[in-house]
Structure formats: C-alpha cells, structure tokens
C-alpha cells in the first residue's frame, strides 16, 4: 500500500503513455488519462495526509519551524500587499461614491470589501506565490537530490516529516496572515481617506463595525483555512512528486504557484455560492 | 538553539497578535450587534415593512439603540418585528412611544426608528409591544408622483398651445401683441389723441376763454335786459290778464 501510494505519478503516466502507444489511443485519449490520474493522485495524497496527519509521531518541533517560516516570514510581504490594496480601493472608490453624495460611505464600502472578500484572496494569491512555490521547490529539490529517499531508508517519514507540518503550518498561519492583511488594509483606507478629507480614527473606526457583520466577518475567515490549506497541499504534492533534474525543481515550483492560485479562485467561488445560500 | 528559541518567540508574538486582532474584530462587530450588552425585547407589528432586514438599526432620537432581531410574518397582512433594545435606553422610552421604519439617506438601509413617548408615561417593558405607524410605501410616492407629473404635462401642453396661438396673433391678447394693422391702428389713435388734446389745449389757451367770458357776460346782460323788458310788459296794461 505505501509502494502504491508513494508511486511517482509521473511514472504512471509514462506507464499509460506507453500503454497508450501500444493500444493505438489517440492523443486526446491520452491527455484525459493523465488528467484524471493526476485527480486520483492528488485524491490519494491528499487523503495520505489526514491519515497521517492523526498518526502519531507528531512533528511539533518541525510544524513550529515551518510555522515561522511560512507564517511569520510572510506578515511584511502580507502587509505591505494589504495596506496598499485598502489604500488604492479607497481612493478609486472616491470618484464614484462622490458622485452619488456618498463619500461618508466610503470606510464601510472598503471595510466590506475587504473584510470579505479582497483581504483573504489577495493575501491567499500572495501567500501562494511565496509559500506554495518556496514549498514546491524546496521539497522538488530534496526529491533531486534523493533526500526524501534517504528518509524514507533511515526509517524516518519523508511524508509526515515534510508534507503533513508544510499543510499544517499553511492552513493555520493563512487565517492569521489574513486578519493582519485585513487590519492593515483597514490602516491604508482610513490613510486614503484623509488624503482627500478629514475623518478622525474614532469616526473611521465606527464607520466601520457599523458596516460589518459577523456574516461578513466568519465566512471570509474560515475560507481562508481552506485556501491554506489548498496552497500547503498543491506545494508539497508538486514538490513530493516532481521530475527528477534541475529543470523539475522549476517546473515543481511554477506549476505549484499556478496550481494554488487556481485552486484559491475555485475555492473563494465556492465559498461565495455556499454562503450566499446560507445566508438567504 | 538560542536562534531556535528567539524564532519560537516571535512566533509566539505574531500568532498571539494575530488572534487578539481577530477577537478585537468579533468583539467590536458583536458590540454593535448588542451581543456583550444586557438588553431588551420589543416588537412591533406593521403591514409592510418595506425592506427591513434583521440585523438592522434601531434609532431612537437619532441614535442608534438596538438592533432587528427577527422579522416574521404573522399573517397576510401582518409583518412582527422583534427588536433588541440596549438597557441602558431603557428610561427614556415610554409606554406610548411608536415606532416606524426610515432609510438611511436616500439609498440607504431601512432602519427601524423609535419615537418617544410622552413624559408622563411609565417607562417600557421587556416584550412590550409598540404601536407602528406605517411607512410610506415608495410605490404610493412615485404614484402620486406619477399623477402630479401628469397634470404639470397638462398644464404645460395648455400653455404651449396659449403661447402658439398668441404667437399666430389669434384671440384678443394675440392680435394685441401680434397684429400690425391693430398696433398702427392703435399708433394713430395715440396720434389723434395727442392731436386731439393739444387743440383742447389751445382751444383752452388765454384768447378763447377771454371770448368765452365776453360771451358768458353778453349772454348774462342780454338775459338781464330781457327780464327787465318782461317785468315791464308785465306792468303793461296791454298784456293784462296774461
């Protein structure tokens, strides 16, 4: 089972690919197969993480260490992206409320906007492009160069040690990383307001918990579980299953960005659609 | 080890900042919603109440007291709203005190407002229900909106073709303004007039009234000697018995 499990997908769709030759498919034949054994293979990674993930030993000390690095390392990249998002959506959104009398609206419109849905996706594409292409090309290269292979002979688990604290660490640190986007993006509206006006941090602020509600607030926080959750998994299956060579540590890491940043798009539409139904 | 330690520490910080800002936020949106506030219920029941949502303000004197807690509907003609009330604004509300539903600006939310009641009632209770006025329905606006328009494109069409006709010289006030012949017309009246006064003048000039008066004087000594000349042929004996 953890032969089967640890196979390498590539390797399977070289299999079918040959199989294919010699059975006369055509390419398009070809293309579905490896697209739905790419499925089966993140399917079956991703249920190898929830099974190992409850099956001690726990790697506390490593999820701490990747904590940091995933989480803390990315908070100035985080919030330097959100600061200028709450800036430069409050200052687009100006000509537009003005010119419907509404500018008093403006720290609302930009607290909902951001609370719900601008703060947790762009912190999410954010974290994809650094964290989920930093995971995909530091596992890819420890495939190169056969580190995972010599885990896995010295009786440690390459899986638990690598992939499962990588998906932990991204989940829990990308719900936090969010609400600092969101307070600084906040920061950079309430800077963007009094480029063009007066309104004191008191008013700004009440503006603001008067415009947002827990509907706003909760459903925008637990999707971003979600997205980290996404951004660790796609990371580490790009990395743990890349091509051996130089060239598939970059292939590891670019297709890992573009990958997450998908599944964060697909993730957030779902989301919407199921809140929207819960709230209706 | 040391850096092992320090890294673990600025974890610590940015995980623990990261939840405090995340309570702050659920502790300032739940204020706002009267979660951490002792409060009380009231309802009130309208026909319509033209767009409410839960989770609405309440305003009382303008100031936000409380929220809509449940909108149902009771039945085909009767909509309860069920509002939360801060405690605190508790004495000022009155047993009589009515409640209506407003818009925040002109595009805003509807907000349910509450008016207070007169001083000399007893302050409310928990689940007392509040007499509603009903709000004015935006359609009923528009409608009458609609009939005033209505009427003022009436007006106007009137007007139009009033000016139209003055504009063509039809009717009196139209060939007033607008006939030529009438306006020389009335020129040359104007002429003969001015004409016509200045020979009054000149007939009233000095050398006429001092004929005038010559012939006012003869006329009075001719009168005077005619009734001489009829008191002595009265004295007559000729014309006795006449």
Known sequence: MENVLLQHPENEIQETAELSESTSESPADSVFHKFFLEVSSITMFTLRFFKEVLKPPYEFKELMNQSFQIGYKSLPLVAITGFIIGLVLTIQSRPTLAKFGAVSWLPGMVAVSLVREIGPVICALIFAGKVGSGIGAELASMNVTEQIDAMQVSGTNPFKYLVVTRVLSSTLMLPLLAVFADAVGLLGSFVGVNLNGHVSAFLF?????????????????????????????????????????TEGVGKAANSAVVF???MVFIIDMIAVQMTSLFQN | MKKNTSNRIRLGIFV???IVLFILGVYFI???????????????????????QSGGNVRFSGITVGTVDNISIVSDTTVKVEILIDEGTRKFIK????????????????ILILNPGTGGKMEIENNDIVK???????????????????????????????????QSGKGTIGRLLMDSALAQNFDSAIVNLKKGSRELRNLMDSSFTQNFDSTFINLKEGSAGIKAVMDKAK????????
């Open chain 1, 205 to 245: 602020s009440s503006q603001i918990f008067q415009s947002l509600d827990f509907r706003d607030l909760f459903p925008a926080f637990i999707k971003t579980f979600f997205f980290g959750f996404a951004i660790g998994l796609v990371g580490s299956y790009k990395g743990y299953y890349s091509n051996k060579g």
């Open chain 2, 235 to 242: 004295k007559s004996w000729l014309l006795w018995g006449f």
């Open chain 1, 260 to 262: 997450a940043s998908l």
């Open chain 2, 95 to 110: 047993k009589d005190a009515v409640a209506s539903i407003g818009s925040e600006g002109l595009m805003g939310n509807k």
């Open chain 2, 132 to 166: 509603a006025v009903q709000p004015v329905n935006m359609d009923d606006i528009l409608v009458s909106l609609k009939t005033t328009i209505d009427n003022t494109s009436h007006v106007t069409n009137n007007l139009s073709k009033i000016t139209g006709s003055i």
């Open chain 2, 30 to 52: 739940g204020e706002r919603q009267q979660l951490f506030r002792s409060t009380f219920r009231l309802s009130c029941v309208f026909k319509d109440v033209a767009g409410l």
């Open chain 2, 16 to 18: 623990s900042l990261g």
